[in-house]
Nanobody, 114 residues
Framework: QVQVVESGGGLVQAGGSLRLSCVVS???????MGWYRQAPGKQRELVAH???????TYADSVKGRSTLSRDGAKNTVYLQMNSLKPEDTAVYYC?????????WGQGTQVTVSS
């Protein structure tokens, strides 16, 4: 059974930092993983993406403030977010596409107060 489990969300003041973690179990040799977020009333959007070779891409809104890394042996990715802004408030979802399937976690809430 495949499981995608996120953690690390919470309430933080503007300017603060959070580190989100995502662990995928039940499958191996995942090619790429990513973080998405969805704010109330808005569509889900890509935050950051990392390939199995460690190549990363970031949304313009978080570029320079966020760092995505992975531990391939553990099927784990980490999203370090700094200088958080109120507009970063959203539910953050981890994504792990694998073959014909697209696995998602249940999401972790990030709330940034002004």
């Amino acid at each position: 059974q495949v499981q995608v489990v996120e953690s690390g969300g919470g309430l933080v003041q503007a300017g603060g930092s959070l580190r989100l973690s995502c662990v995928v179990s039940g499958i191996f040799n995942i090619n790429a993983m990513g973080w998405y977020r969805q704010a109330p009333g808005k569509q889900r959007e890509l935050v950051a993406h990392i390939t199995n070779r460690g190549s990363t891409t970031y949304a313009d809104s978080v570029k320079g403030r966020s760092t995505l890394s992975r531990d391939g042996a553990k099927n784990t990715v980490y999203l370090q977010m700094n200088s958080l802004k109120p507009e970063d408030t959203a539910v953050y979802y981890c994504n792990a596409p694998y073959g014909y399937y697209d696995y998602w976690g249940q999401g972790t809430q990030v709330t940034v107060s002004s």
